[in-house]
């Protein structure tokens, strides 16, 4: 079945990855182009049809030889029926029904899945969650978001919204995250929470180091607090430890609410390293209990940028396998959901 | 198959209860013994063979007809093995190999479970729970534990201790839960919890209902803070209220990560009723994603304090199954870890 051919598509806010690959993951050819989100869900479309052939044609694979297309979206999705909902990252987009529509027009069977939960998929098939049968992924970067792997399935809850683990609670009260939910993890712990209580601090005549960096290199980003604590201003250093340190409340929960095997963490903000790392297996270490923090492997994800494609490959070939007559993957029926 | 019996045994830290079930968990025959713990393993296993004999005989059922025996028992247990290994309601038990001494003792096969576990299993297969496919369950009494139910299964990870909701993190600091983890959901909403807020506060000079209740009617508990709140002393109701809120963080972070279809919950604070499910349950909703909230159906358990006995029942029906041969279930081998 090395004859197998996928492709892996990733639709984010401002750019479009298109992979094919055989079924084992292994890239054989890529396209990117950009999103150009404002063009609405018509010419978007078309453009990750145009960029799904010329990925063939860079891997040498004829479009009618894809045994599934998967495509990785911003949520809010219904995956299910392959259609996006109400995505805040695709403005003007409104129940859109990109997997049948790619259907149509690349005449390949498309299945659809959320960005975070297609990522966690990459890691376990094909990076660093291999091998783990239960296994959570999180991604720390503007927002914090996740998937779980259960039984070595992607588990998706009542609706497909499962996984949400940058909204687990960690505060009473406190700042509020994109969603609107007071004192989650995702308020206190992502790129957006660091940057925004850098500029409070800023704005109260603080963090004179940062406010330079940003000067000089704009937006302030968490990446410039990072960078100012790097460089020795305590108090950023300290707003990164802080963020870890919730990360680490976070992080406890997982492994006492789901005893996995491993905990992946990818996202722009793993680039911090020891510094948010250190101070979140820590506070985990003392508020997990001894055997379930013992089980678990925490890891670097290893797909880094890819690893939504990648997922929306493996999320596409466990809907449509190899079947005997061969001739499921060319029904028009909706995917199955998982 | 209606003529399938069950042994459903509750071993507690001051109690055991023993029921005889068909497959369909309806009591047959009951009996209830004291644990008297510091007899030691050896006496407490002579008595839960001597009782499991006696609930036999009240159902007309004989011994050698029960298909298995299963056992809630507190945890950390070894469930692969059946063995408890150092539970801290039943002090001196160390590596108890309790599912092998019953199946010599009664001649009939013996699977274990911990006590929380066993009662997610009893609401979903035989309560409350019943017919919901993704379910959490959460006991709140001195301590807060609970299970979870992925696919109509028991998820029990890596080794056998998730669904420890009680001990997500709730806040950055505060008081220590009775496994030693600062600001988890037990540390704040527990029965232990509450009762320790108002001694601190009488110790201060408040709460002077409370403490006049306690007087009348020892020992302090969540109880009498209940009842005080209920006759008028506003604070006392104010702790009910804050551990209700803490309640519904706990609550949120379930509801955002694993957007289940059902949280049943069960335990001696339940008999608050609004008093502290009113704010967990606003706070819930508060911040928890929109769908993955009005997917959830919040309810209370319907099993009492039947419900550990008839999930153990559930546990050993899984695992002994009818089998064509009918011989499987008099191997020695050791259950199987689900």
Redesign the interface.
């Given at each position: 079945m090395s004859e197998e051919r996928y492709a892996g598509i990733d639709l984010g806010g401002t750019k479009i990855l298109v992979l094919i690959t055989d079924a084992q993951g292994s890239v054989l050819g890529e396209e990117r182009v950009p999103t150009l989100a404002a063009q609405g869900p018509d010419a978007v479309i078309a453009r990750i049809s145009e960029a799904v052939r010329a990925a063939a044609a860079h891997a040498r694979v004829a479009v009618p030889e894809i045994r599934a297309a998967g495509v990785s979206a911003p949520g809010?999705i219904n995956s299910a029926e392959g259609d996006i909902t109400d995505p805040p990252n695709l403005p003007g987009w409104h129940n859109v029904r990109l997997a049948r529509v790619l259907h149509e027009q690349l005449g390949v069977p498309a299945v659809l899945e959320n960005d975070a939960n297609c990522a966690c998929v990459g890691e376990h098939q094909f990076g660093a969650g291999r091998g783990y049968?239960?296994m959570l992924y999180v991604t720390i970067s503007t927002g914090i978001g996740g998937g779980?792997i259960?039984?070595d399935t992607l588990?998706?809850?009542?609706?497909?919204?499962?996984?949400?683990?940058g909204?687990?609670?960690?505060?009473?009260s406190g700042p509020t995250c994109g969603?609107g939910?007071?004192?989650?993890l995702e308020a206190f712990a992502s790129g957006t929470a660091i940057a925004r209580r850098a500029r409070e601090m800023i704005a109260a005549g603080g963090l004179p180091g940062t406010a330079r960096l940003a000067e000089h290199d704009p937006p302030l980003s968490a990446r410039t607090v990072y960078l100012a604590g790097q460089q020795g201003e305590a108090e950023a250093a300290a707003i990164i430890t802080e963020a870890g340190?919730?990360l680490g409340?976070?992080l406890?929960?997982?492994i006492?609410?789901?005893?996995?095997?491993a905990i992946v963490l990818g996202g722009g903000l793993m680039n911090m390293g020891d510094a948010l790392l250190g101070p979140a297996i820590e506070v985990a270490r003392?508020?997990?209990?001894a055997?379930?923090f013992m089980?678990?492997r925490i890891v670097e994800s290893e797909l880094g940028d890819n690893a939504a494609a990648l997922g929306a490959v493996a999320v596409a070939r466990s809907r449509h396998a190899a079947g005997p007559a061969g001739a499921a993957q060319a029904t028009e029926a909706p995917p199955e959901r998982r």
């Open positions: 809010p049968r239960h779980v259960v039984d588990y998706v809850g009542a609706s497909g919204a499962a996984g949400e683990v909204h687990m609670g960690v505060a009473m969603a939910h007071v004192g989650c340190r919730y409340i976070g406890a929960s997982m006492n609410a789901f005893n996995p095997q003392t508020r997990s209990f055997q379930s089980d678990v």
